[in-house]
């Protein structure tokens, strides 16, 4: 991490805390430390602290802790590491949450998270009010060597009572020597940050390739359910555009594991559910376009070379007010009452599909053979697909293999309880490449026509020539590019489907 004028940076050696989980006494502390140090001891604090983090706990995954600290009349960023070994504070004001990296100050926070977090918000994991007291350690000459904060709880409802010994450069064997003499009170060393953490759902696992095959495919989908839900309220609320991305998979991951779930589930399924959730997943598409529209200017804006990045105001304008209008009508829908009752009918219905007796009629029934089967032939529709494209194919064809290999890497991963895990991983990375050229051919066919489009609309409305000469660019750009992904398709299929690749599906289909 980087420090500057603004920040003021220190280390921690650990976190400590009184194996009752109970207050400290700071008398007890202070004749501790006194032996080695003279210690002068800061008047007590009541500090709000907020910690932070993205819905998926990106900074948690990267070893980060993030607060945001009020202690009146002032407030602060206080970025650290889950080990403890560092901290940077950053003074800031105003300060509201849910906030994406660009609204955060410049500096060396802001520095460290926008990678990290990429376009997701930061969000309160935790909101507390604690009682903070410093000790600052002086050595026989003054100087100040080493520092404790005391951090305890205003509260009953939150976390237990915590020492911290911060070292300053230069002074980290005194450091280490105030953590002993501390130690030697009785307490306990605690990992800082470790166990903090946003609730997420647990999922659920099954081993047995003998269970019924209806089992496995309640399970996943009852998991994509749980996932719906725990992003619908940050979708409504339109924090960051990966709510609704998130919510769209779980969707289309439902619709696919309930078609590969057809010889194990009952009619109903295909004859309700499926186009339930087509038309839930067609209602979210044009607010996730226009999201990947206005989420992707900023590269695009680099392509230009006659035109300036300026001239593509209008366009933003234009997607904006298309989005609000868009996102308008799908919030309606998903806080309706038809919404309500379809989620709750649909767990109602995945309830069912558990507790009654399995359907004599259904084939596949145990949980391996359907992954064998299901495998097996959603590689064959990607083989067979891949063959008979040619130079001359119409862009068609190549978003229909995408689909196909869309519903093969679903099946590796909806059954990977019962596939052995190294091959399906392996056959996992051989689907990647062919994926990624597939989905660069189609995303530049759609954003061409869609290009076209918001051109047409924005001349209606008399938008400026120059917006219109940038927007040609782009086109221009995105033809060439999908011209590049076409040339790379053959080789990307002829490494998908080598002799070691056909192998390796030929064992995950159990040898069909």
């Keep these: 991490m980087a420090a500057a004028s603004v920040a003021t940076m220190i280390s921690t050696t650990r976190a400590l805390q009184r194996v009752d989980g109970g207050r400290f006494d700071l008398a007890a502390i202070v004749g501790a430390l006194s032996v080695r140090f003279a210690v002068v001891t800061g008047s007590r604090q009541l500090v709000r ?68 977090i990429g376009v997701r918000a930061l969000m309160v994991a935790s909101d507390e009010r604690r009682r903070m007291r410093r000790l600052e350690l002086r050595n026989e000459d003054g100087k100040t060597v080493a520092r404790v904060e005391l951090d305890e709880p205003a509260s009953p409802a939150t976390e237990p009572a915590q020492l911290m010994v911060r070292r300053l450069r230069g002074y980290e064997e005194q450091a280490r020597r105030a953590d002993r003499l501390l130690l030697g009170l009785g307490l306990r060393a605690v990992e800082n940050g470790a166990d903090r953490q946003l609730a ?32 619908l309220p940050g979708l409504l609320d339109d924090v960051d555009t990966e709510f609704l991305h998130d919510f769209r998979v779980a969707v289309r991951r439902t619709r696919t594991t309930l078609k590969l779930g057809r010889p194990a589930l009952p009619e109903v399924m295909r004859s309700r559910w499926e186009p339930a959730f087509k038309r839930l997943g067609d209602l979210t598409t044009p607010v996730r ?32 007010s298309r989005r609000t209008v868009a996102r308008r009508e799908l919030v309606r829908m998903l806080r309706s009452a038809r919404f309500r009752r379809l989620v709750t009918e649909w767990e109602q219905e995945l309830a069912r599909l558990v507790d009654s007796p399995e359907d004599a009629d259904r084939e596949h029934r145990s949980a391996g053979q359907l992954a064998d089967r299901s495998v097996s032939q959603a590689y064959g529709r990607v083989a067979r697909g ?92 995105l033809d060439g590019e999908q011209d590049r992904a076409r040339r790379e398709f053959d080789s990307a299929f002829a490494r998908f489907a080598r002799p070691a690749s056909l192998r390796l599906m030929h064992r995950l289909g159990g040898g069909r």
């Design 200 to 231: 997420s759902a647990p999922k659920t696992s099954i081993a047995d390739r003998a269970v019924p095959a209806r089992v496995l495919l309640a399970a996943a989908l009852s998991d994509f359910l749980v996932t719906m839900r725990e992003n």
């Design 386 to 477: 891949g063959v008979v494209i040619k130079a001359h194919s119409p862009a068609q064809d190549l978003h229909e293999l995408r689909k196909r290999c869309k519903e093969l890497r679903y099946a590796l991963e909806v059954f990977a309880p019962v596939l052995a895990e190294g091959p399906r991983k392996r056959a996992v990375a051989d689907l990647k490449d062919l994926q990624d050229v597939l989905g660069r051919f189609q995303d530049c066919e759609v954003q061409r026509r869609a290009m076209r489009g918001f051109a047409e609309e924005m001349m209606a409305e008399g938008t400026t020539a120059g917006a219109m000469l940038a927007m040609g660019e782009l086109i221009g750009h």
């Design 49 to 116: 602290r907020r910690r932070l983090d993205t819905f998926d706990r990106r900074l948690h995954a990267a070893g980060f802790t993030l607060e945001h600290q009020m202690v009146a009349p002032e407030e602060r960023l206080v970025l650290g590491r889950l080990d403890g070994s560092s901290t940077v504070a950053v003074p800031v004001k105003g300060l509201r949450w849910p906030a994406t990296a660009d609204l955060l100050p410049l500096g060396p926070v802001r520095e460290v998270i926008a990678p990290v």
């Design 289 to 320: 376009d226009l999201d990947v529209y206005e989420l992707e200017l900023p590269t695009m804006t680099t392509w230009l070379v006659t035109a300036d990045p300026t001239d593509l105001a209008p366009l933003v304008t234009h997607l904006r």
